[in-house]
């Protein structure tokens, strides 16, 4: 067997996937809110709950939730306390499309977003999907969703906009830096999620004699054991770039596993929980290559990405080329709630092998190659051509030294 088959956590931008929770079953309104209460009250990885005494929302509305709508509106004001967009409640809809996409299949326009500064940004498109057809580029800012203000709006809701049934359409107002907002109407479809390809997404001419990987999203269970094949079968190649942009992040397992096979020992990342307990992850297999490698990120490189970049970065393992990465340095755990309903919280905060705390952050290359709209327009790929030529110029060091 593989020995990147193996199960493990199954983590998803750096989500711990768990149902380890209170009891699934029926429960009343007031059971619901309660369940999210104690889950919090043991697992956040804030101690201080954003510095509020987290013992007063626990009756806050007791004898007043008579439906589950009334619990859901309780919920998502009580989460909102803590100030983390990360931690929030997911009604049965969403918790269901969040199960699908861990699966491996989307239905909307395909593309991750988030929250920086009280603004909805997108993170990154995922790779042949209608957002990345249509245009939209990573840390794009969405003023409007069709035709409604973005302003105050919470991820979930933005997301419920956002998806759709496959053949409709939606509509955005996107702001990006340097050029006027524009409209994009996007159709949604159904989206196979795609991790692993050996082909660039700009038509880049490749030496023969180095391998190109790009890994669109740590999402798929089998991205670790196809990127070792692709390694396995390069026994003729002199280096590897690994192509981290606009990878969104995904199972964490598949972080660890490409880093153990790049690394010959050495710490790959470490996480931090409420109780300041630090837990260590280090590089333990056989690794599989020791040929020079360099990997490419941009603004959209989150959380996933950000452990592999930063555990081959702090090991001296990988030359990081490209632009500062998203900077999302949380984990997260699904819980699975009664009714078919579910949140994720924020457990642990993680570090890099040199005790870095990248979250608003973000990674910094090693050589910094900013992506500008001439270079996407004249399709023109500064950040992969440069790749090519720092990954010439060290292996020619390695050929020198005789290794």
């Given at each position: 067997m593989n020995k990147y088959t193996k199960t493990g956590l199954a983590i998803i931008?750096?989500?711990?996937?768990?149902?380890?929770?209170?009891?699934?079953?029926?429960?009343?309104?007031?059971?619901?809110?309660?369940?999210?209460?104690?889950?919090?009250?043991k697992k956040y990885y804030d101690p201080s709950n954003n510095s509020q005494d987290w013992a007063k929302w626990r009756y806050r509305y007791q004898h007043?939730?008579?439906?589950?709508?009334?619990?859901?509106?309780?919920?998502?004001?009580?989460?909102?306390?803590?100030?983390?967009?990360?931690?929030?409640?997911?009604?049965?809809?969403?918790?269901?499309?969040?199960t699908q996409s861990i699966k491996g299949s989307l239905k909307g326009i395909g593309t991750q977003i988030g929250l920086r500064d009280g603004n909805l940004v997108i993170i990154a498109p995922l790779e042949d999907s209608p957002a990345e057809r249509a245009g939209l580029l990573a840390d794009d800012q969405i003023l409007e969703i069709n035709g409604e203000s973005t302003k105050g709006i919470n991820i979930d809701v933005a997301a419920d906009k956002i998806r759709g049934e496959k053949g409709t359409t939606v509509t955005l107002l996107i702001q990006r830096k340097g050029v006027p907002n524009k409209l994009y109407s996007i159709v949604r479809d159904e989206i196979e999620i795609k991790s692993v390809s050996t082909k660039p997404p700009i038509e880049t001419?490749?030496?023969?004699?180095?391998?190109?990987?790009?890994?669109?999203?740590?999402?798929?269970?089998?991205?670790?054991?196809e990127i070792e094949e692709i390694l396995n079968k390069s026994s003729d190649k002199k280096g590897f770039i690994i192509d981290l942009r606009s990878n969104p992040g995904g199972l964490l397992t598949n972080a660890i596993y490409i880093s153990d096979m790049l690394l010959k020992g050495g710490i790959i990342v470490s996480t931090v929980d409420r109780d300041r307990y630090k837990s260590t992850t280090r590089a333990r297999y056989d690794q599989t290559t020791e040929k020079p490698v360099v990997v490419l990120i941009n603004k959209g490189s989150a959380s996933a990405s950000e452990i592999l970049s930063g555990a081959l970065k702090d090991n001296h393992r990988a030359t990081i080329i490209g632009e500062q990465s998203f900077g999302k340095g949380l984990v997260q755990e699904i819980n699975k709630l009664p009714d078919e309903a579910g949140m994720n919280i924020t457990i642990q905060r993680y570090l890099t092998p040199s005790g870095t705390d990248i979250h608003k952050k973000g990674i910094t290359p090693d050589v910094v190659v900013e992506l500008t709209k001439e270079n996407?327009?004249?399709?023109?790929?500064?950040?992969?051509?440069?790749?090519?030529e720092v990954l010439e110029h060290m292996t020619c060091l390695v050929q020198k030294s005789g290794i």
């Open positions: 931008t750096a989500i711990y996937l768990t149902f380890t929770s209170a009891s699934v079953s029926a429960a009343t309104p007031a059971e619901l809110y309660d369940d999210v209460w104690k889950i919090v009250n007043k939730l008579k439906t589950k709508e009334d619990a859901y509106v309780a919920i998502d004001t009580m989460l909102a306390s803590l100030n983390d967009p990360y931690t929030r409640f997911l009604q049965p809809k969403e918790f269901s499309e969040e001419t490749i030496p023969n004699d180095i391998q190109y990987i790009r890994l669109s999203s740590f999402i798929s269970k089998n991205a670790a054991v996407v327009d004249s399709k023109n790929d500064v950040q992969l051509k440069k790749a090519i």
